[in-house]
């Protein structure tokens, strides 16, 4: 009898040890909410900076949304003693560091800490997101969840991003400081700077207009002459000026702590034997830079002057940098298709050894098509490994350039960015799987289908080289094939019609549509099949407008217009001015032209794009605002051209297209001359046309012109074109270099 009595009490005793166990392991864990109640209020330090105070009130917003019972705000003096705390900023005084956040519960209390005001805001919003499944997507679109209850574990999280300071380029956080904050960058491009001075500043200290025609020495020597595209380091009286021009900003700005002292954006720098000495001494142009931002940040050591390895400069010098001097070391010539440490070593070396030299390393990496910033442009599975390798390597500050404005994907690749740059090991493959079924609902599962498809045919392509200064046109036999984009176009139709009923939801799809309609509008220039090209045949065999084109066309317009979507590039080249080019086009194509596919035997020789290929000024492809499609391009030489029109015939119109991007030395012609002959031989002139826009400081960064002739009719049947490059002025940035002169479809009637 008493030994069944003790094996009753021992399972007794077991049963309680067990609920014991359970219960001491979920000590720590707390019901905030429960079916309406709560015994809790939050509360903030009696000593409560604003922000501070803002951060318990977020909490406070939230958690009423969720739940429907708004807590107690209350300061530590005013404390109910019969309630449950939430704990908002260091209350407990912890030894946190400025950017830790932290957030664990202890008896029934939870705390939110962070080592500073920022960071206790950025420990709010993570404890939302991670534990309470709270969602930002973009400023206007939230997901909160609705529950009676909210319960949680016991909870013990500590986290400090190793990226100190994140910036990602897009207006969605600069035009929306909650978001920023919710999503944990920067809500500006360049925090703590003078605004004035933020980067290429060489030309800002020493304006070309000022002291270039009286001190040509304190500029760049290219070859046997001084230009103003750069400064000369070694000129102790350039060095005095900058000096000074820091002084002057830092005291009219006191609050900030960065100013750049950067190489304007080309690479003519000074070859005078000076700085070439000390390049050579150094093994790169970085030694002169150095040296001379050494020279300036040793009189501001309560400053950071910041400076870029840059294209020239990329490469480490062997002097140190001072320790109050900042090197932003851009990624601006790496290809974007696979990760910078596969396909862009010489980077991913600079960037090693520049950490061999110093540990304030800012890096400048891209995102986007800046040519077009609506090209489909598959980098996205790049973006973690990248980051990754920045955070490896010791770089703290990481500034992510977006367009800025609205370009391919742009909610999406804003909200990926940054949630990698706080945590580079995050899933990237669940982070798109919960952006775009929470963005765009019921049609996420087709909007990533198509970021999966885009991006594995882009890796299918192993010698693609995925360019940031690119152009659709160069993926039409890869990721942007005919049958890709038809791929594409069923995706988006699927996912419309998954969310048709949902106008909200709808109007995002086709904001994520343009970037796929843009592709088709261009494939369509090149002619490629008979789903695109400008003009079909209708039932009578008479060429029409290919209604695919005017569907494209006017989407584009609706959707950019609606969403105020402006800009198509990083020139400034508008959505207005593309549409328009467009239907200028399509009036071109439709255009009597007996010149086309007529033969065209180059003078002059062309180089490099449009294959070279003469036919390009007469295919009836048309050019757009880029020079990669369909443009014949000339460098530093004229243009002289004859088309054979096969047999004499009266004429009494001729019309070229030129190009102008005027960043990239590619400028009008400085005027265009006709002629005619009958036996190529003897030339008749049938006039000429001077630039109506000559080249000046102000001139239209991107854009075409037609440069027509009409004259009297004329019998011929060869037609020479001679087109006069204009040469490259000595306040551009390109200074010495050869300019570019780009043509394209020659109308003749």
């Known amino acids: 009898m008493r030994m069944k009595i003790f094996k009753s009490n021992f399972r007794i ?151 100190t300071t994140r910036t990602v380029h897009s207006r969605l956080f600069y035009d929306n400081p909650d978001y920023a904050e919710q999503q944990k960058v920067t809500q500006e491009s360049f925090p703590t700077y003078v605004p004035s001075a933020r980067v290429h500043t060489f030309h800002k200290f020493l304006p070309e207009e000022k002291f270039y025609k009286s001190h040509p020495e304190y500029f760049a020597l290219r070859g046997d002459q001084r230009l103003p595209t750069q400064l000369c380091l070694t000129n102790p009286e350039v060095l005095a000026i900058v000096k000074d021009s820091v002084a002057s900003l830092f005291e009219q700005y006191p609050q900030s702590k960065v100013i750049s002292v950067s190489q304007d954006d080309n690479q003519q720098h000074c070859q005078c034997d000076n700085c070439s000495k000390i390049d050579e001494e150094e093994g790169s142009a970085s030694g002169t830079m150095i040296r001379f931002v050494n020279e300036v940040a040793a009189n501001f050591p309560d400053k950071m002057i910041s400076t870029l390895a840059y294209q020239y400069t990329r490469k480490p010098c062997k002097t140190k940098p001072l320790e109050n001097v900042l090197i932003t070391l851009t990624s601006i010539e ?69 367009s800025n404005n609205p370009s391919e994907l742009f909610e999406l690749r804003s909200y990926i960015t940054a949630k990698l740059l706080w945590n580079p090991d995050q899933n990237l493959d669940a982070l798109l799987t919960d952006f ?71 109007a995002r799809v086709k904001v994520a549509r343009l970037g796929g309609d843009f592709a088709e509008l261009e494939a369509s220039r090149k002619n490629f099949t008979d789903r695109y090209r400008l003009l079909i045949p209708n039932d009578e065999g008479k060429k029409i407008i290919n209604p695919l084109v005017t569907t494209l066309l006017d989407n584009f317009k609706a959707i950019t217009a609606k969403n105020n979507i402006t800009l198509m590039n990083e020139m400034g080249f508008t959505v207005t001015e593309y549409l328009a080019n ?3 086009a399509l009036e071109v194509i439709r255009m009597p032209n007996v010149a086309m596919g007529k033969k065209v035997v180059t003078i002059t020789k062309p180089k490099k794009y449009a294959k070279e290929d003469p036919m390009a000024l007469t ?93 009297d009719k004329r019998n011929a049947r060869y037609i020479k074109v001679r087109a006069k490059n204009t040469q490259t002025p000595y306040w551009h940035h390109a200074a010495g270099l050869p300019s570019w002169l780009f043509a394209d479809e020659i109308i003749i009637n």
């Not at 996205?380 to 770089?395: C, G, S, V």
């Not at 160069?474 to 038809?486: D, G, H, I, R, V």
């Open 13 to 163: 005793l077991s049963l309680l040890l067990i609920l014991l166990i359970f219960t001491s392991c979920n000590r720590d864990g707390i019901e905030l909410v429960h079916d309406g109640q709560t015994d809790y209020e939050i509360v903030f330090m009696g000593n409560a900076t604003e922000s501070q105070y803002k951060s318990a009130e977020i909490l406070q917003r939230y958690l009423k949304e969720i739940s429907g019972v708004e807590l107690e705000l209350v300061d530590e003096s005013s404390q109910d003693l019969n309630k449950n705390k939430i704990y908002v900023g260091n209350i407990k005084g912890e030894d946190l560091k400025q950017q830790e956040i932290a957030i664990r519960t202890e008896n029934k209390d939870l705390y939110i800490l962070g080592g500073s005001d920022k960071a206790t805001k950025y420990a709010v919003y993570e404890f939302l997101e991670r534990y309470l499944n709270c969602r930002w997507y973009a400023p206007e679109v939230e997901k909160i969840p609705v529950s009676k209850i909210i319960d949680l574990p016991a909870l013990d999280y500590v986290y400090t991003p190793d990226i």
């Open 334 to 402: 790496c290809d974007r298709s696979a990760p910078i440490a596969e396909k862009c070593g010489d980077f991913a070396n600079d960037l090693v050894g520049w950490g061999k030299l110093t540990q304030n390393i800012r890096i400048w990496d891209y995102t986007t098509q800046f040519t077009n910033f609506f090209a489909p442009f598959p980098n996205i599975h790049t973006l973690q490994p990248n980051i990754q390798l920045f955070r490896d390597n010791n770089a703290k500050w990481v500034f992510e350039q977006h």
């Open 436 to 506: 775009t079924t929470g963005y765009y609902e019921e049609a996420g599962i087709y909007i990533k289908e198509y970021i999966d498809e885009i991006h594995a045919k882009l890796m299918e392509d192993k010698d693609f080289f995925l360019f940031l200064y690119g152009d659709p046109s160069e993926a039409f036999s890869s990721y942007l094939s005919p049958e890709m984009l038809s791929k594409y176009s069923q995706l988006f139709d699927d996912a419309e019609k998954a969310v048709a009923k949902k106008p909200e939801i709808l």
């Open 582 to 584: 467009y239907m200028s």
């Open 619 to 711: 295919d009836g492809a048309l050019g757009g605002s880029s020079f990669y499609a369909n443009w014949l391009g000339y460098e530093g030489n004229d243009m002289e051209v004859v088309v054979d029109l096969g047999e004499p015939m009266g004429i009494n119109t001729i019309s070229l297209a030129f190009l102008q991007v005027t960043n990239h030395v590619v400028f009008f012609p400085e005027k265009v001359t006709y002629s005619g002959s009958l036996d190529n031989e003897h030339f008749e002139n049938f006039g000429t046309i001077n630039n109506p826009f000559p080249l000046t400081k102000e001139s239209k960064v991107n854009d075409i012109q037609y440069f027509k002739l009409d004259f």
